[in-house]
């Protein structure tokens, strides 16, 4: 067995969103699961709590206090699941990162496959959904989005894919250098590149609670995706008014023939102007919302605030909160 000084550090990052139910069952699970291997790497975990209004926070400060390698940073309030991540992406100090949701709906068990690629080589290993234990409407909107996202954004973005993988410390330190207000980690992960590679897996149901994804949140996430790495919406609106100049001008042309060729077939009317204008009205209000959904983000970025913040940090080793690079 190799010495401690050359034993390698994992950290797992948990965000936490209402998981009272979840968070003993998650911790005793992946405990569980890297104790074959505690042998060769020192584990941690990283738990986040997102402003959780259940019991979550007193569960989690019971955690820390039977267990030294748990650390709990509570964030001052709600800021989402991407910014939770960020928060213990800021904080760890391991040699790779293991993100996993917190409902046990990505199996623990493939973190040990995510650890044997890992020492093969690569820097980023992902876990890809070989299949999913959702609803037919999730299935069929998760399917098309990825299909979208492909086609529109700027990058290569693995299909099925979600914030569930490994990282390593490199990789680590470069994502601390991405402050977008809109994240999208992993777009962000695939942007930066480095060695990556995927392990497929069967993703199971949720064990308890409600999602921290409803719908709205979902098109907002799916906007931050498309959005943050892609202009080809505002390709489109050029396209579009091009393809409504030639249309229009296709138009002009008919109604000249119709006046000099069969003058007595013009039917006189308001039923075609007025839908033409409400047509044309409605892309308007389209491209304007395009235009105004990147000037919001710019907007937003240029206010240059803190990503989040942190109302404590307890750990079995003291942190200095203010050291957490926001």
């Known amino acids: 067995m190799p010495a401690d000084h050359e034993r390698r550090r994992i950290a797992f990052i948990f965000p936490i969103y209402n998981e009272e139910e979840n968070i003993e069952l998650l911790h005793r699970t992946v405990d569980e699961t890297v104790a074959p291997i505690a042998d060769k790497y020192d584990f941690s975990f990283i738990y986040v709590d997102d402003g959780s209004r259940d019991r979550s926070m007193d569960l989690l400060t019971a955690l ?12 001052s309030r709600n800021f989402g699941h991407q910014m939770a991540v960020t928060a213990g ?3 760890v100090d391991a040699d790779a990162a293991i993100i996993m949701d917190s409902d046990l709906q990505d199996p ?4 040990l496959e995510l650890i044997a690629k890992w020492e093969e ?15 037919m409407f999730k299935k069929l909107t998760a399917g098309a989005y990825y299909w979208f996202l492909r086609k529109m954004a700027s990058v290569e973005i693995p299909r099925n894919t979600g914030d569930f993988r490994l990282i390593d410390r490199k990789v680590v330190d470069e994502l601390r250098k991405y402050r977008e207000q809109d994240r999208f980690l992993r777009g962000l992960v695939s942007y930066i590149g480095f060695k990556q590679t995927a392990v497929l897996f069967d993703r199971d149901k949720r064990h ?3 999602t921290g ?8 996430f799916a906007a931050d995706g498309i959005l943050g790495f892609s202009v080809a919406p505002l390709r489109m609106i050029t396209r579009l008014g091009y393809l409504i100049s030639l249309l229009s001008f296709l ?3 008919y109604v000249l023939g119709v006046k000099l060729f069969a003058p007595t077939t013009a039917v006189p009317g308001w039923a075609f102007i007025t839908a033409a204008m409400f047509f044309l009205g409605g892309i308007q209000i389209i491209m304007l919302g395009v235009l105004g959904s990147y000037i919001g983000r710019t907007y937003s970025q240029v206010q240059n605030r ?3 913040g942190i109302a404590s940090v307890r750990s079995g080793s003291p942190v200095d909160a203010g050291q957490v690079a926001r």
């Open 64 to 75: 820390s206090r039977r267990d030294t390698r748990v650390t709990v940073i509570e964030l």
């Open 89 to 91: 992406l800021d904080l």
């Open 108 to 111: 623990p068990r493939v973190a």
């Open 121 to 135: 080589g690569f820097d980023v290993v992902y876990a890809q959904r070989r299949s999913r234990q959702d609803s």
């Open 208 to 210: 308890a609670g409600v």
């Open 213 to 220: 994804y409803p719908l709205r949140k979902m098109l907002r």
């Open 251 to 253: 138009g002009i042309l």
């Open 306 to 308: 803190p990503l989040y």
